[in-house]
């Protein structure tokens, strides 16, 4: 069994910047490639981005790149979501979401997520 858990959200202005985190519990969170999800109320949970089990292969929306990095840290099972240049239509609930998976790239973004964290959230003003 995997537990997420994600921690670093906020209010911030847009333009400002933020680090979410998931931390991942369980012996198989090393092999478990993490997705990050977001919600805005009245809208549909879409994909932000995600990285592989081994970290090297990262894919993102078209609607994050160039803002948004994700990296993670396998001693530590952490995966982080850094976020910058924020605006106002990044507001949402973000979630981390794994599975054990050795795909890479863009089917990342497709794949069915078999564990979930349970949200962290982002508030950006203009």
């Known amino acids: 069994q995997v537990h997420l858990v994600e921690s670093g959200g906020g209010q911030v202005q847009s333009g400002a910047s933020l680090r979410l985190s998931c931390v991942g519990s369980?012996?198989?969170?090393?092999?478990?490639?993490i997705g990050w999800f977001r919600q805005a109320p009245g809208k549909a949970r879409e994909f932000v981005g995600a990285?592989?089990?081994?970290?090297?292969?990262?894919h993102y929306a078209d609607s994050v790149r160039g803002r948004f990095t994700i990296f993670r840290d396998k001693a530590k099972n952490m995966v982080y979501l850094q976020a910058d240049n924020l605006k106002p239509e990044d507001t949402a609930d973000y979630y981390c979401?794994?599975?054990?998976?050795?795909?890479?790239?863009?089917?990342?973004?497709?794949?069915?997520?078999?564990?979930w964290g349970q949200g962290t959230q982002v508030s950006v003003s203009s």
């Open positions: 369980g012996d198989t969170f090393t092999k478990l490639a």
């Open positions: 979401a794994g599975e054990e998976t050795r795909l890479t790239g863009v089917r990342l973004s497709t794949l069915t997520y078999t564990y």
């Open positions: 990285v592989s089990w081994g970290g090297a292969f990262k």
